[in-house]
């Protein structure tokens, strides 16, 4: 796909959350199950690639909940997403936070054709949401420096993905608002690590995500079946 005269982008998906956008950063709203996982993946991310100083790109960073703590852990952190109103409601939470991000519209497409690198580079519950995910994989690669990090998220595709991620929270427990995925866009891991290697990424570990949303706990490990955490690296010798 040609990032200057077709962009990546399903402009459904972006109207869906510029329209949400002003409830981002209310921890009882319709994001709220993003604020909830947050400090584990944060943990996760920092762990296996300390965030101190790190140049960090954030891909489809929404209203800022993982970018504005990725700052807090001490990284200069960039981050794009192509929906207005998401930016323009982290730009104004960055105010009162006190941290430094700088908020850029672009698709991954665009900020690899501008040739920056950065030492780490996430992506966490966006790829199900663009027409093609593959793409944004490789962009993901460009972006990041030989031997630096990378980290996506999302859901997997199967009957109990569908069950849970989809009736159970969107329709049972109204957690998300109906709508928020859609099954045909979800992507099994398998799928995941075939865009991975075609890019020339190294997979160094995939991991559960569980989810409880009646004590708001997020644990890490075990099964991949439906929400999902991928830690990859660009080949140091990859130059
Ligand atoms: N990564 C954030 C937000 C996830 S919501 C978090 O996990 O907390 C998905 C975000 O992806 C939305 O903000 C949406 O606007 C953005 N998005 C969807 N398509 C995109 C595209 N093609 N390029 C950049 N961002 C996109």
């Known amino acids: 796909m040609n990032a200057e005269t077709q962009p990546n982008v399903d402009l459904q998906e972006i109207a869906k959350f510029d329209g949400l956008a002003e ?49 807090a852990k001490g990284a200069r952190v960039s981050a794009i997403d192509m929906a207005e109103a998401p930016l ?12 430094e991000v700088d908020y850029r519209k672009h698709t991954a497409e665009q900020e690899a054709a501008s040739g920056r690198c950065y030492d780490v580079v996430t992506c966490l519950e966006m790829l199900e949401h663009v027409p093609d995910p593959a793409s944004v994989v490789q962009a993901c690669r460009d972006l990041v420096r030989p031997g630096g990090h990378l980290f996506f998220s999302t859901i997997n595709r199967n009957p109990k993905s569908f069950l849970m991620a989809i ?6 427990l109204r957690l998300l608002p109906r709508g928020t995925h859609e099954y045909a866009k979800l992507i099994k891991p398998s ?24 004590t708001r706990i997020c644990t890490l490990g075990g099964n991949l079946d439906v929400n999902y955490l991928v830690h990859a690296r660009r080949p140091a010798d990859d130059a």
């Open 167 to 172: 009736v159970g929270a969107e329709y049972v």
């Open 23 to 71: 409830r981002w950063w209310d921890p009882d709203g319709d994001f709220r199950p993003l604020h909830d996982i947050n400090p584990a993946r944060l943990e996760y991310i920092n762990t296996r690639a300390p965030l101190m100083g790190r140049a960090v790109l954030d891909i489809g960073c929404g209203g800022g909940i993982l970018a504005e703590s990725m700052a």
């Open 191 to 214: 799928e995941l690590a075939h865009w991975m290697r075609s890019s020339g990424l190294e997979m160094a570990e995939a991991t559960g995500m569980h989810y409880n949303p009646l």
């Open 88 to 99: 323009a409601v982290a730009r104004l939470h960055r105010e009162k936070g006190g941290v």
